[in-house]
């Protein structure tokens, strides 16, 4: 069995794991109106850390990511040989166009003195389930014993002058799944786990992690698959490999980034999938879209979820604005939900799924 | 068992496929290197123009992996291969690229959405109608180690193939190195770290002789 | 109005790397987004608001309104004359 645990959230809405449950459970967003953010200077909403300045903000979150985790875990799992670091992140530190993510890494491992070399997943915005299913897959194969898995990505002109150039960018709080959707905010922070074959390393009880998989939509680089191919496909995948049917899901965390087309391929993807009844949300609307480390923070939500009892609010979602229903959860839900479905879709035609359960 | 069936080699003035050479750099020629090998190659994908670096090399060393292995995409289901790939400084090419246009006039949708390292992989998944796994890393430089433990982890998780590449394209420096691991091959290098590290030095061999011959 | 289309066919064919296409190719009544045409994408239709910014001065704030706007070299011109007049 292979466990998962330790889950830290750091964004907008807190440093903490608990600081972040605290503002989920109020419903409360990380999401605000951020002046001369645009490229002609307009102010857009974003999940913006405004603490959070000065060079080297990349590195530094990933440190600070790094001191909170290892006070979940045994101590010596930290610098074991038989533990690997796995860093998710789309872009890396902005500041180094040249070679994003060498400098920061080196930095890391250095710091912790880490006895190997941290390995970067690159994959859009699957990177983060892709870290954690890379993570997986190396402990499973008995490479590694122990992962600790981290997604990263800040707030960058380049990034939202990207995204304002696709015309992605919401204008207010993005409202994943509701019908007046209109695009995305992105947000920045960071997210980690901590895998591991030994249930015994962790302070506080794990929870265990199934194999997931991915599956590209072979469609388009930038637009999601109008039939949701390959979401369907992943899920499907994910939950062949691990002989668990629909009906055994409690609970579904979406990708769900308020565009108009990628929340209609994912409607699309999970009634083909049979799923279109179980209850779903969207963490966007409290995080914006925190690209490279969406998939983590959103796990480490998912977690909080199965350990709390709760089904948080999809916030900003009123209305069905999807052409096949969801059942959207429109309120914090008091729930015992012992096995989630999270996935990802992103640029690059990649979607990705993992299966969380309680022990 | 696992073998490398075929690779691929793209540098700065050589293609080469399985180490034979096909296609040399024509200084004087007024089209890009990569283009010079598209038009040689008589490949027809307009799209092509419009890919940036990355994706035009991870175009062109596919392309011609498989038409060295013409059965081989037929061998398998549509999600049975795999795309593994690497490099050292993800899409800074292209970064760099979208600031400079940014800076001089407008952000460029079509430069944006090629600032992922991974779209390479889309590109080529578009091209064959692959819906496979994928996974794209950062390395500090090109290593064996890296292609031979996720090969085996997706060859023994339902992948019956895996199409690697580093890809590594700074300013004028090209190195790439694209290369097929499958199950089964009759008569070709074993997939080992050693026999890696060989072809994949062999190309910078071809490399520095090709340098010093100019 | 043909100098207008004559100089949007090169500015599309620089702006969107059309690089095995000539002016010569595009008639003003070709369906850009069409297979049976130039076949351009979701991602040339944000690069035409570009192009219509850089070299006309117009200002494009949503991109539904390329739909019409975009359909033919012919639209292309008559919107640009529309706006500039």
Same mark, same amino acid.
């Given at each position: 069995m292979? !466990?998962? /645990?330790?889950e ?5 809405l807190g440093k903490?794991?608990e600081?972040n449950?605290?503002?989920m459970? &109020?419903?409360?967003?990380?999401i $605000? ?8 200077h307009?102010?857009l909403f974003?999940?913006?850390?405004t ?5 080297g ?7 600070? &990511? ?8 045994d101590?010596?799992?930290l610098?074991?040989e038989?533990?690997i ?6 872009k890396?530190?902005?500041e180094q ?10 930095a ?7 006895a190997?070399?941290p390995?970067?997943?690159s ?11 890379t993570a997986h897959?190396?402990i ?5 014993d ?5 997604g ?7 990034v939202v ?7 992605a960018?919401?204008?207010t709080p ?6 007046a ?5 992105? /947000? ?9 074959a030994?249930?015994n390393?962790?302070?506080?009880a ?15 680089i ?7 191919e390959?979401?369907?496909r992943s899920?499907? +995948? ?17 990708? /769900?980034?308020a ?5 209609e ?7 083909r999938?049979g799923?279109s009844?179980?209850?779903l949300?969207?963490l966007k609307?409290y995080f914006?879209h925190t690209l490279g480390?969406a998939?983590?923070?959103?796990t ?12 948080f ?6 209305e069905?604005g999807?052409s ?5 959860v429109? /309120? ?10 999270k996935?990802a ?9 993992l ?5 | 068992?696992?073998?490398i069936?075929a690779y &691929?080699?793209l +540098?700065e003035?050589?293609c080469a ?12 020629s007024?089209?890009s ?8 190659q008589?490949f ?9 670096v990355l994706?035009?090399a ?9 038409r ?7 061998? !398998? ?10 490099n ?7 970064d760099q690229?979208f600031v400079?246009?940014?800076?001089n006039g407008a ?11 991974n ?11 692959? !819906?496979?796994?994928?996974l794209?890393?950062?390395l500090?430089?090109f290593?064996?180690?890296?292609? *031979?433990?996720h090969?085996?982890?997706?060859l $023994?998780?339902?992948?019956e193939a895996?199409?690697? $590449?580093?890809?590594?394209?700074a300013?004028?420096q ?11 091959g009759e008569?070709r290098?074993?997939?080992?770290a050693?026999n890696?590290s060989k ?7 071809h490399?520095?002789?090709i340098?010093?011959?100019? | ?7 949007l066919?090169?500015q599309?064919?620089?702006q969107?790397n059309?690089?095995e296409?000539?002016?010569?190719? *595009? ?11 130039l ?10 608001i570009?192009?219509l910014e ?8 949503k991109?539904?309104?390329?739909k019409?706007?975009f359909?033919s070299?012919n ?6 004359? +529309?706006? +500039?007049?």
């Amino acid at each position: 069995m292979t !466990y998962i /645990g330790a889950e830290l959230m750091i964004s907008p809405l807190g440093k903490t794991t608990e600081e972040n449950r605290t503002a989920m459970t &109020a419903n409360r967003s990380g999401i $605000s109106l951020i002046a001369d953010a645009g490229f002609d200077h307009q102010n857009l909403f974003l999940s913006k850390m405004t603490d959070l300045d000065g060079p080297g903000k990349f590195t530094r979150l990933i440190i600070q &990511a790094v001191e909170a985790i290892r006070n979940e875990m045994d101590d010596a799992v930290l610098l074991s040989e038989r533990t690997i670091f796995v860093i998710s992140s789309t872009k890396g530190d902005p500041e180094q166009i040249n070679d994003p993510f060498n400098a920061p890494v080196s930095a890391v491992q250095q710091k912790f003195n880490l006895a190997n070399r941290p390995l970067v997943i690159s994959s859009a915005c699957i990177s983060g389930i892709v870290a954690i299913n890379t993570a997986h897959h190396l402990i499973h194969a008995k490479l590694y014993d122990h992962a600790v898995v981290i997604g990263c990505d800040v707030l960058s002109d380049f990034v939202v002058y990207g995204f304002q150039s696709l015309f992605a960018i919401g204008d207010t709080p993005c409202k994943p799944f509701d019908a007046a959707r209109n695009g995305i905010s992105i /947000g920045e922070g960071c997210g980690a786990v901590v895998i591991s074959a030994s249930e015994n390393i962790f302070k506080n009880a794990p929870l265990q992690l199934l194999a997931g998989t991915t599956a590209n939509d072979a469609n388009h680089i930038s637009g999601p698959s109008r039939t949701g191919e390959g979401l369907f496909r992943s899920v499907k +995948k994910t939950m062949e490999k691990n002989g668990i049917a629909a009906d055994e899901l409690d609970f579904i965390s979406a990708h /769900g980034t308020a565009t108009v087309f990628n929340d209609e391929m994912e409607s699309i993807a999970f009634d083909r999938l049979g799923m279109s009844t179980i209850p779903l949300n969207s963490l966007k609307g409290y995080f914006g879209h925190t690209l490279g480390a969406a998939g983590i923070i959103e796990t480490a939500a998912s977690m909080q979820m199965i350990r709390n009892g709760i089904l948080f609010k999809s916030l900003g979602f009123q209305e069905q604005g999807t052409s096949k229903a969801l059942n959207i959860v429109s /309120g914090n839900t008091v729930a015992n939900p012992e096995t989630i479905l999270k996935t990802a879709s992103g640029f690059g035609g990649g979607n990705a799924s993992l299966i969380l359960r309680s022990l | 068992m696992k073998f490398i069936t075929a690779y &691929a080699h793209l +540098k700065e003035n050589i293609c080469a496929v399985n180490g034979e050479m096909i296609c040399r750099r024509d200084k004087d020629s007024g089209d890009s290197w990569f283009k010079q090998i598209y038009k040689q190659q008589e490949f027809v994908y307009p799209k092509f123009h419009k890919m940036d670096v990355l994706s035009q090399a991870g175009f062109l060393t596919s392309k011609l992996i498989k038409r060295a292995n013409p059965q081989f995409a037929e061998k !398998y289901k549509d999600d049975e291969i795999a795309m593994l790939f690497a490099n050292q400084s993800g899409s800074a090419e292209t970064d760099q690229k979208f600031v400079h246009a940014y800076r001089n006039g407008a952000p460029s949708p079509s430069l944006f959405v090629y600032t992922l390292p991974n779209i390479v992989m889309g590109e080529i998944a578009i091209l064959n109608k692959w !819906y496979g796994e994928s996974l794209f890393a950062v390395l500090p430089e090109f290593d064996p180690e890296f292609y *031979i433990n996720h090969c085996h982890i997706l060859l $023994s998780a339902g992948s019956e193939a895996v199409l690697c $590449s580093w890809l590594e394209i700074a300013g004028n420096q090209i190195d790439v190195f694209t290369f097929l691991i499958e199950k089964e091959g009759e008569n070709r290098s074993e997939f080992t770290a050693d026999n890696l590290s060989k072809i994949a030095f062999a190309g910078n061999l071809h490399k520095t002789e090709i340098n010093a011959n100019y | 109005m043909d100098d207008l289309k004559e100089e949007l066919k090169r500015q599309l064919i620089e702006q969107l790397n059309l690089e095995e296409i000539t002016p010569a190719d *595009i008639d003003d009544d070709t369906l850009l987004f069409s297979d049976k045409g130039l076949g351009l994408d979701s991602i040339d239709a944000l690069e035409l608001i570009v192009l219509l910014e850089k070299y006309h001065g117009i200002q494009v704030t949503k991109p539904e309104e390329g739909k019409e706007v975009f359909r033919s070299v012919n639209s292309m011109a008559e919107y640009i004359l +529309k706006r +500039k007049g």
